[in-house]
């Protein structure tokens, strides 16, 4: 925890009934991390269509995402995958009472790794590693879980909630080596560096920062060039890196592939092109893993009409 959060847990700033709810939230969640598994996947399933309900708006802009992406899919396919993302969602709200409550022996039963060997090989030539990763509904569980298996830090951005943000980010610092604002670039550079492998998602919709548009799901897509800076300035690695959540139920695979081949190559168009391919690839494998709810596509080339 940051001193500035520190300090405000001590003077009982999150004490002011606008912050009841979170700690409400809060409360609950460790309540449910005492269930079994199985019957948390269950809550967070009913959880997840609960908020489909709820979010008129929201909807809106995942039809629109799934009718870009998929267009090919009949409309009935494409209104399943919104279902079953939606019940996702609310399984990661629920995971989070597992990432932040349950020991190591009770967590590592549930995760299965492979391709570490990877990871293995990068480190041992010397260089650091940058795992590529997609805000997928898995994101924070897989984190967790990769953490048992080796030292990690992790790239976040700020919540809008100041007391889940704060609660959230001292949670992250007892599993992970680093929890980073993704602002803080030389420290994140640093990190890999010293080959602790890193947690890095930069499939979002950055508009305050260097883009260049390049295909996703067949949609030209603003795409931060970052990315290749951060591979060039530390050396490292990119080996992306994806969480699944079994459909059966018995936890989770966290696949770990090759290098991303010529990575950077000195073309932020190309590089962008193959980031964007390598979270595509996992997408089109598990549709209703990925987060659609974001708008992805907001930040349009010129002249061309917004998407939501």
Not at 29 to 34: D, N, P, Q, V
Not at 35 to 50: A, D, F, N, T, V
Not at 135 to 153: C, D, K, N, V
Request: glycine content about 6%; some cysteine.
């Amino acid at each position: 925890m940051s001193q500035q959060q520190s300090e405000e847990f001590a003077a009982g700033h999150y004490l002011h009934p606008r912050y009841w709810p979170m700690w409400l939230t809060i409360g609950l969640l460790r309540l449910i991390s005492f269930l079994p598994y199985k019957i948390q996947l269950g809550l967070g399933r009913h959880l997840g269509s609960l908020i489909q309900l709820v979010s008129g708006p929201r909807q809106r802009i995942v039809d629109t995402n799934l009718e870009n992406c998929l267009p090919d899919l009949p409309a009935k396919q494409r209104q399943q995958i919104k279902n079953r993302c939606y019940k996702n969602i609310g399984v990661s709200l629920l995971e989070m009472s597992m990432c932040w409550w349950w020991s190591e022996q009770r967590l590592r039963p549930l995760a299965e790794i492979r391709g570490k060997e990877h990871i293995d090989e990068a480190l041992a030539s010397g260089r650091g590693v940058i795992l590529l990763t997609g805000h997928f509904t898995s994101l924070e569980i897989g984190a967790r879980l990769l953490a048992l298996f080796m030292p990690i830090q992790v790239m976040y951005r700020t919540q809008k909630n100041r007391l889940f943000d704060s609660y959230l980010y001292s949670k992250r610092n007892r599993y992970f080596v680093n929890t980073i604002s993704r602002k803080n670039t030389r420290q994140l550079i640093k990190g890999i560096k010293n080959q602790i492998p890193t947690w890095y998602a930069p499939d979002q919709n950055f508009r305050k920062e260097r883009n260049v548009f390049a295909p996703f799901m067949g949609v030209q897509t603003a795409t931060i060039t970052a990315s290749s800076r951060l591979a060039q300035s530390s050396g490292a690695v990119m080996l992306p890196f994806y969480p699944e959540r079994k459909r059966d139920g018995s936890g989770y695979i966290l696949w770990i592939d090759p290098p991303i081949d010529n990575f950077p190559s000195g073309d932020d168009v190309i590089d962008a092109s193959a980031i964007n391919n390598s979270i595509e690839n996992f997408v089109r494998q598990h549709p209703d893993h990925y987060m659609w709810i974001h708008q992805r596509f907001k930040t349009r080339p010129h002249g061309e009409p917004g998407f939501y």
